[in-house]
């Protein structure tokens, strides 16, 4: 199995269970330390999916998007005390930081 698969693998697993989770309800409109939680999801969610569509690669725009997201997730995380939002939110956090990660070209 290459490196790419495993990662590959891993986002897959981890994105098929955020589509399976419900967005926690207490955090529909909310923002934390001034972040809009609904759009934090969002913009990962689309970062991945591009990322899973483009065979690992993403342009230089949607990993900047990443990065930010993941810098608010610094202020985000240690708010959040609800188990399952915390859940849901690290959920996200392990799939931007992979997909910020991991450029397949770079094994070849």
Not at 5 to 17: D, F, T
Not at 24 to 52: K, N
Not at 57 to 63: A, I, N
Request: aromatic share 8%; net charge negative.
């Amino acid at each position: 199995m290459s490196e790419e698969s495993g990662y590959e693998a891993v986002v897959a697993r981890l994105w098929q269970e955020h589509l399976d989770a419900k967005f926690p309800a207490g955090l529909r409109g909310a923002e934390l330390d001034g972040i809009d939680l609904v759009m934090l999801d969002a913009d990962i969610a689309g970062c991945v999916t591009t990322w899973r569509n483009n065979g690992g690669f993403l342009d230089v725009e949607r990993l900047r998007i990443l990065r930010d997201c993941i810098t608010e997730f610094d202020k985000v995380l240690p708010l959040l005390v609800d188990t399952e939002e915390l859940r849901y939110y690290k959920r996200l956090h392990q799939l931007a930081t992979i997909t910020s990660q991991i450029d397949p070209r770079l094994s070849e």
